[in-house]
């Protein structure tokens, strides 16, 4: 009996240490990830570190205007007036947000013209672009 109770806590003994190892190895190969990410991370971090540098660099006031004045031949450009200048709400508005025209029937009430608003928002999306085949 005794040598029973012995081989059954030798192969617990041995299920647990095998578990363990298993989790272990598990939790080794998850922070080795993390390591692997924190590193893409910060890489990408400092790219755009680089990037904002850079972009700072080509856009200085005083390159631009040696640009401006090396190219105002070929390019032609002239400052822009402030009164060119337009807000958003002095835009027209397009025309699928105009709202559609009301009809008066033979009484004089007033009714709304469906198809015509239909027919409307159908031109605004078949205008040709350019940019895709149709």
Same mark, same amino acid.
């Given at each position: 009996?005794?040598?029973?109770? !012995?081989?059954?806590? %030798?192969? /617990?003994?041995?299920?647990?240490?095998?578990?363990?190892?298993?989790?272990?190895? $598990?939790?080794?190969?998850?922070? *080795?990830?993390?390591?692997?990410?924190?590193?893409?991370? $910060?890489?990408?971090?400092?790219?755009?570190?680089?990037?904002?540098? !850079?972009? &700072?660099?080509?856009?200085?006031?005083? #390159?631009?205007? #040696?640009? /401006?004045?090396?190219?105002? $031949?070929?390019?032609?450009?002239?400052?822009?007036?402030?009164?060119?200048?337009?807000?958003?709400?002095?835009?027209?508005?397009?025309? &699928?947000? /105009? +709202?559609? +025209?009301?009809?008066?029937?033979? $009484?004089?009430?007033?009714?709304?013209? +469906? &198809?015509?608003?239909? #027919?409307?928002?159908?031109?605004?999306? *078949? %205008?040709?672009?350019?940019?895709? &085949? #149709?």
């Amino acid at each position: 009996m005794l040598r029973t109770l !012995d081989i059954v806590l %030798i192969v /617990v003994m041995t299920g647990a240490a095998t578990v363990t190892y298993t989790i272990k190895h $598990k939790a080794e190969n998850k922070l *080795e990830e993390v390591r692997s990410l924190d590193a893409q991370i $910060k890489l990408e971090e400092d790219t755009i570190d680089l990037l904002r540098a !850079d972009w &700072a660099l080509l856009t200085q006031p005083n #390159r631009l205007d #040696r640009l /401006v004045t090396a190219y105002d $031949k070929d390019l032609q450009l002239v400052p822009t007036d402030p009164t060119q200048l337009a807000h958003p709400e002095e835009l027209p508005m397009l025309k &699928a947000d /105009v +709202p559609p +025209p009301e009809e008066k029937d033979s $009484k004089g009430k007033k009714k709304a013209a +469906p &198809a015509v608003a239909a #027919r409307e928002s159908q031109e605004t999306d *078949e %205008i040709s672009t350019g940019s895709v &085949a #149709r």
